[in-house]
C-alpha cells in the first residue's frame, strides 16, 4: 500500500521560505518520478515540480530560480525548498508519486499516488 505524507506547510510572509516534505511508504522514492503540484483556492491543480529516477528535475516556470526539489532515497523522502514566496504561491501543495496507471501526466509520467496535501499561505 503506498502511502505519502506531506508536512511542512505554514503561513508566512511574501519573501519568506518554507521547507516541504513528503514521507513516503509502500515505494521507493529512487525508483519512482516524484513531485509535487499544488492546487490555489478555486482553481485546478497544477505541477510545480518533479523530480526523475536518476535525479533529473523540471519546474514550472513560475518556481523556476525559487523553489528545489530533491529526494533523501535513504530516508524516502521528498522535499519542496521554496524560497521568495509570492502571494501567488498560495496553495495546497501535494506530494505524488509515478503510477503507470495514474490519469495525471506532467514531465513525461502519469502520477497515480496523492498524499492528502499540506496548506501554504503567503501574505502581502
Known amino acids: 500500500q503506498v502511502q505519502l505524507v506531506e508536512s511542512g506547510g505554514d503561513s508566512v510572509q511574501a519573501g519568506g521560505s518554507l521547507r516541504l516534505s513528503c514521507v513516503a511508504s509502500?515505494?521507493?522514492?529512487?525508483?519512482?518520478?516524484m513531485g509535487w503540484f499544488r492546487q490555489p483556492p478555486g482553481k485546478e491543480r497544477v505541477g510545480v515540480s518533479g523530480i526523475r529516477t536518476y535525479g533529473t528535475t523540471d519546474y514550472a516556470d513560475s518556481v523556476k530560480g525559487r523553489f528545489t526539489i530533491s529526494r533523501d532515497n535513504a530516508k524516502n523522502t521528498l522535499y519542496l525548498e521554496m524560497n521568495s514566496l509570492k502571494p501567488e504561491d498560495t496553495a495546497m501543495y501535494y506530494c505524488?508519486?509515478?503510477?503507470?496507471?495514474?490519469?495525471?501526466?506532467?514531465?513525461?509520467?502519469?502520477?497515480?499516488?496523492w498524499g492528502q496535501g499540506t496548506q501554504v499561505t503567503v501574505s502581502s
Open positions: 509502500g515505494l521507493t522514492t529512487s525508483g519512482d518520478c
Open positions: 505524488a508519486a509515478e503510477n503507470p496507471s495514474g490519469r495525471t501526466y506532467w514531465v513525461g509520467r502519469n502520477f497515480g499516488y
